[in-house]
């Protein structure tokens, strides 16, 4: 028996039609994931055989990552607002942060929520140089930072200054650790397999340092990823999906037909693991859930 998933069971095509999928998760309305050049959100309607998606909001200005709080507030990343906002259950949006001081942000990318209950997400450019995930425009602070946004006082502050282009984000179950991808290399050289995955020390819960190596990917991007209670990275890899040890280690690899953007862990008792795969969202069950899941503010 595989004690990571049930591998016996295999790997479940839940739905499809969509242009390239990212940001799944497992909020109070369904599984929501968005099809960024689609310019959608789209929600699987439940059925385990594969069909089309429901369209839960439409012209979504180029939705990516979204997670969900303890209170389950919805939060996602906007390319097209160049914003971070609250989604709502009639797929309006409010918008909580689009400026670091008089600068626009680049095009946040993926976020989670940290211990301390304040949004921290990656801000690379990809929705500001691409035509088909956002509106052309300009760095205005001339970087790509990950952030910490406070909901209770509004203060923005970056906190990872060292990546080149972050995107996926996680924290370690006892949150002192911050898990974060940086897809640049591999953008620029597709197929060389140097996209990477870095860790740094959340001190005290509020800032990083001691930035390294956490992992060198093979196989494609490691875009975006989750962890288990027991530490585990459960990450995109060109088209897998790896898990990796807390130290390091690799402990498995799982083909998925399509290339891997995102992934999440839901269903009834959170050990679904649903993963966004190109035109299509996949499902494995695992035997683990996701940490952090009882984070409050």
């Given at each position: 028996?595989?004690?990571?998933?049930?591998?016996?069971a295999?790997?479940?095509?839940?739905?499809?039609?969509?242009?390239w999928?990212?940001?799944?998760?497992?909020?109070?309305?369904?599984?929501?994931?968005?099809?960024?050049?689609?310019?959608?959100?789209?929600?699987?309607?439940?059925?385990?055989?594969?069909?089309?998606?429901?369209?839960?909001?439409?012209?979504?200005?180029?939705?990516?990552?979204?997670?969900?709080?303890?209170?389950?507030?919805v939060?996602?990343?906007?390319?097209?607002?160049?914003?971070?906002?609250?989604?709502?259950?009639?797929?309006?949006?409010?918008?909580?942060v689009?400026?670091?001081?008089?600068?626009?942000?680049?095009?946040?990318n993926?976020?989670?929520?940290?211990?301390?209950g304040a949004?921290?997400?990656?801000?690379?450019?990809?929705?500001?140089?691409?035509?088909?995930?956002?509106h052309?425009?300009?760095?205005?602070?001339?970087?790509?930072?990950?952030?910490r946004?406070?909901?209770?006082?509004?203060?923005?502050?970056?906190?990872?200054?060292?990546?080149e282009?972050?995107?996926?984000?996680?924290?370690?179950?006892?949150?002192?650790?911050?898990?974060?991808?940086d897809?640049?290399?591999?953008?620029?050289?597709?197929?060389?397999?140097?996209?990477?995955?870095?860790?740094?020390?959340?001190v005290?819960?509020?800032?990083?340092?001691?930035?390294?190596?956490?992992?060198?990917?093979?196989?494609?991007l490691?875009?975006?990823?989750?962890?288990?209670?027991?530490?585990?990275?459960?990450?995109?890899?060109g088209?897998?999906?790896?898990v990796?040890?807390?130290?390091?280690?690799?402990?498995?690899?799982?083909?998925?037909p399509?290339?891997?953007?995102?992934?999440?862990?839901?269903?009834?008792?959170?050990?679904?693991?649903?993963i966004a795969?190109?035109?299509?969202?996949?499902?494995?069950?695992?035997?683990?859930?996701?940490?952090?899941?009882?984070?409050?503010?």
């Amino acid at each position: 028996m595989n004690t990571l998933w049930d591998s016996e069971a295999g790997v479940t095509r839940l739905a499809t039609g969509a242009a390239w999928l990212e940001g799944p998760a497992w909020t109070p309305w369904g599984l929501l994931v968005s099809d960024i050049p689609g310019n959608r959100i789209l929600r699987w309607n439940g059925s385990d055989s594969a069909g089309d998606f429901e369209v839960f909001a439409a012209d979504a200005e180029f939705a990516n990552g979204r997670t969900v709080g303890p209170d389950g507030r919805v939060y996602q990343c906007s390319h097209g607002r160049r914003a971070v906002e609250e989604l709502h259950a009639d797929g309006s949006t409010t918008v909580l942060v689009d400026h670091w001081g008089q600068a626009r942000l680049n095009s946040p990318n993926d976020l989670v929520v940290g211990p301390d209950g304040a949004l921290w997400f990656s801000d690379p450019p990809y929705g500001i140089i691409q035509a088909h995930e956002g509106h052309l425009g300009e760095r205005e602070y001339g970087d790509h930072y990950v952030f910490r946004f406070d909901l209770g006082t509004r203060e923005l502050r970056p906190v990872v200054l060292d990546v080149e282009e972050p995107n996926g984000l996680a924290f370690a179950p006892d949150g002192r650790t911050l898990y974060v991808a940086d897809t640049s290399v591999a953008l620029q050289a597709p197929g060389l397999g140097n996209a990477h995955l870095r860790a740094y020390d959340v001190v005290p819960g509020r800032a990083c340092k001691n930035g390294r190596l956490f992992a060198q990917m093979t196989q494609g991007l490691a875009d975006g990823f989750r962890v288990d209670i027991e530490g585990r990275l459960w990450t995109s890899h060109g088209s897998n999906v790896t898990v990796i040890a807390p130290d390091g280690e690799w402990l498995e690899t799982i083909g998925i037909p399509e290339k891997v953007g995102n992934l999440c862990f839901g269903g009834p008792d959170g050990s679904d693991l649903y993963i966004a795969a190109s035109a299509s969202l996949y499902r494995l069950k695992t035997h683990t859930v996701e940490a952090n899941r009882g984070w409050t503010r």
